[in-house]
C-alpha cells in the first residue's frame, strides 16, 4: 500500500478472496482509531456484509493484545534470523516472510498440535521447502582471467 487511500480497495480485494479460498466471510474487523476505516464507503460496506467493527481507544496498542501478541510473534523469530547471521537491515521483508513461513509449518499446541496450513487446507498436501540459512559465508572463485566484466554482474553475494 502506496497511500493510504488505498485502503479500501485492498481490504474489498482481501475480503472477497477470504470468501472465495476458505468459503467464510469476515466477521470482525479491530482496529485503532485510523481515519481512513471510517470513510463513507468503507464503513457502508462493512454495514453491509455484516462486519462488526470495533474501534480500540487512541493511543492504547496494548488494548488491542491479539494484535501485539501476533506482531511480537513475527518480530521475535525475526531478531532470531537477523542477529546472529549479521544479516542486512534491507533483508528484513525477506527474512518476516521466512519467520511467517516457518511459524505456519510448525505444530501448535494452542491447536492440539496441528500445523496451522492443514487447518487452512486440508485438502493439500504440505509441502515441505527445504530451509536456507541467512547470512552464511560465500567464496567467489576468480575463474575468469577479465574480472571487470564478471564484477559488473556480481553485485552481491550472500
Same mark, same amino acid.
Request: glycine share 2%; hydrophobic share 35%.
Given at each position: 500500500?502506496?497511500?493510504?487511500?488505498?485502503?479500501?480497495?485492498?481490504?474489498?480485494?482481501f475480503?472477497?478472496?477470504?470468501?472465495?479460498?476458505? &468459503?467464510?466471510?469476515?466477521?470482525?474487523?479491530?482496529?485503532?482509531?485510523?481515519?481512513?476505516?471510517?470513510?463513507?464507503?468503507?464503513?457502508?460496506?462493512m454495514?453491509?456484509? *455484516?462486519?462488526?467493527?470495533?474501534?480500540?481507544?487512541?493511543?492504547?496498542?496494548?488494548?488491542? &493484545?491479539?494484535?501485539?501478541?501476533? #506482531?511480537?510473534?513475527?518480530?521475535?523469530?525475526?531478531?532470531?534470523?537477523?542477529?546472529? &547471521?549479521?544479516?542486512?537491515?534491507?533483508?528484513?521483508? *525477506?527474512?518476516?516472510?521466512?519467520?511467517?513461513?516457518?511459524?505456519?509449518?510448525?505444530?501448535?499446541?494452542?491447536?492440539?498440535?496441528?500445523?496451522?496450513?492443514?487447518?487452512?487446507?486440508?485438502?493439500?498436501?504440505?509441502?515441505h521447502?527445504?530451509?536456507?540459512?541467512? &547470512?552464511?559465508?560465500?567464496?567467489?572463485? #576468480?575463474?575468469?582471467?577479465?574480472? *571487470?566484466?564478471?564484477?559488473?554482474?556480481?553485485?552481491?553475494?550472500?
Amino acid at each position: 500500500m502506496k497511500t493510504r487511500s488505498e485502503l479500501f480497495s485492498i481490504f474489498q480485494y482481501f475480503y472477497n478472496e477470504i470468501k472465495n479460498q476458505f &468459503g467464510i466471510s469476515i466477521r470482525t474487523l479491530r482496529k485503532d482509531n485510523a481515519r481512513e476505516y471510517l470513510s463513507h464507503s468503507f464503513t457502508t460496506f462493512m454495514k453491509s456484509h *455484516d462486519i462488526l467493527h470495533q474501534i480500540s481507544c487512541a493511543y492504547t496498542p496494548h488494548k488491542n &493484545g491479539v494484535v501485539q501478541h501476533k #506482531n511480537r510473534h513475527l518480530v521475535e523469530p525475526t531478531h532470531t534470523i537477523l542477529i546472529p &547471521g549479521d544479516v542486512p537491515q534491507h533483508f528484513w521483508d *525477506d527474512v518476516v516472510l521466512s519467520a511467517c513461513y516457518l511459524i505456519n509449518h510448525m505444530s501448535s499446541s494452542v491447536l492440539e498440535n496441528k500445523i496451522h496450513h492443514s487447518i487452512l487446507f486440508p485438502q493439500e498436501p504440505l509441502h515441505h521447502l527445504p530451509l536456507k540459512v541467512f &547470512g552464511f559465508t560465500c567464496f567467489v572463485h #576468480n575463474f575468469c582471467p577479465d574480472l *571487470d566484466k564478471v564484477s559488473a554482474r556480481l553485485q552481491m553475494c550472500f
